[in-house]
């Protein structure tokens, strides 16, 4: 506990050294400001890259083992002569074929494999054709369980009309670009003609706009048992999707998944290796930012206080000469860069927040017509706390060695002037 006289003394120094005062409030108010300016803006940005990336494709997916044909001269158990030449060729089996087939033993397993996956969704796969009087596309077909295929994919919440969770077996929900290419509305007539020549009518139950390219242009969604019919899987499905609670820890994930399924696992983060290391590059560059930022409000809280312990010697040679010791000297400059902190931090955080309040209010209109917000703010208590603590532990640290200094005053010199 520190004692009055430390206290006081240190209070009276701050009390009467306004100017410097405010300078070192402000130093730090601006270094919190930024830190949580910087981390928020570029987490943000970073978390909208991801989703732009990820927010169509599933983080984790479980597909079928690739099938490799092995040879005869392969096989140990069939006591065939090693000196025997056999000739021929290793040709990998069509993937259209690798399906899952009982896919309903693994679904339980699958939804309590690993405390961070949120949703998994059995899926079908494939290439049609859509007809609509003259006109004929090719498209990809999806068949799902749309209540539990919503959580890989937001369709529903960015549903322009209709329905997509409660879809029946005859129902088709495509994207609105599609939509506009067939000039389909809601409760329309649609043609899927499958890979192998079946032909199957739907009713356009509900048109969606994601913002996934890859989603409202050229892919339709049907039930889960009318994609097996049309593409001819019988009870087969073609893979399941994963999506989890936190994405950038999905192949972390996958690699505990692995060895416990007899399936090929991959995330997200293996698919797209690109995409990856630059948000991780991005990431190291944003932390970069920050302790350089750190760092910048130290230099500028030391340097402050070297000038405040400069502009005292007569009064730290006075107090020494009344007994002061060397460690409440130096306790009495440490708790002013403390203080000084810790308003700073009161100043910084409240600006902080909201700055980023006033860029989250912030909206504009994309390409596509539509009203978003630039900047994806969360605000998040821990960041305000962490920023304010590495703000006060710096200011502790940067009047550590000017409070060293003013202990080592020669209390006889300073008074003679000298």
């Not at 029946?168 to 609105?176: A, I, M, P, Y």
């Not at 739907?202 to 913002?211: L, Q």
């Amino acid at each position: 506990m520190l004692s009055y006289f430390i206290r006081s003394v240190a209070f009276r120094h701050l009390r009467y050294s306004v100017g410097q005062s405010l300078l070192t409030i402000g130093v730090v108010g601006i270094s919190v400001l930024l830190i949580i300016y910087l981390r928020t803006i570029i987490g943000g940005t970073q978390n909208r890259i991801t989703q732009n990336t990820t927010g169509a494709i599933p983080h984790i997916t479980v597909e079928p083992p690739e099938r490799t044909p092995v040879g005869a001269w392969q096989l140990t158990n069939l006591g065939i002569d090693p000196d025997t030449l056999y000739v021929g060729e290793v040709v990998n089996l069509p993937k259209a074929r690798e399906v899952i087939e009982d896919w309903r033993l693994w679904l339980p397993s699958l939804d309590a494999v690993d405390p961070g996956v949120a949703t998994v969704s059995p899926v079908v796969t494939g290439q049609a054709f859509m007809n609509r009087g003259s006109r004929r596309q090719s498209v990809r077909v999806t068949g799902v369980l749309p209540e539990r295929h919503n959580g890989i994919v937001e369709i529903e919440k960015n549903l322009d009309a209709g329905r997509f969770i409660g879809m029946v077996s005859g129902d088709v929900v495509l994207g609105q670009k599609l939509a506009r290419d067939f000039g389909l509305k809601l409760r329309d007539k649609v043609r899927l003609v499958g890979p192998e020549g079946l032909t199957l009518n739907f009713s356009v139950a509900g048109i969606y706009t994601t913002g996934f390219g890859q989603v409202d242009d050229g892919q339709v969604f049907v039930t889960l048992r009318d994609g097996q019919s049309l593409l001819e899987l019988g009870g087969s499905i073609s893979s399941f999707g994963l999506k989890l609670t936190d994405l950038y820890d999905a192949e972390n994930v996958a690699r505990r998944m692995a060895p416990s399924l007899p399936f090929k696992v991959q995330s997200w983060v293996v698919q797209n290796p690109n995409l990856f290391r630059t948000l991780d590059a991005q990431g190291q560059t944003r932390d970069l930012i920050l302790i350089m930022t750190t760092i910048a409000s130290g230099f500028g809280i030391g340097s402050i206080l070297v000038m405040v312990v400069t502009s005292k010697y007569r009064e730290i040679g006075i107090l020494k000469a009344m007994g002061a010791t060397p460690g409440e000297i130096q306790s009495i400059f440490v708790l002013e860069g403390l203080l000084l902190a810790f308003v700073g931090c009161l100043v910084g955080v409240p600006l902080g927040v909201l700055l980023l309040k006033g860029l989250a209010a912030i909206r504009s209109v994309g390409p596509d017509g539509r009203v978003d917000a630039p900047f994806l703010i969360e605000i998040d208590p821990m960041l305000l706390l962490g920023a304010s603590l590495v703000a006060m532990a710096t200011g502790v640290v940067a009047s550590y060695f000017p409070a060293r200094r003013a202990g080592k005053v020669d209390p006889m010199q300073v008074i003679r002037g000298s």
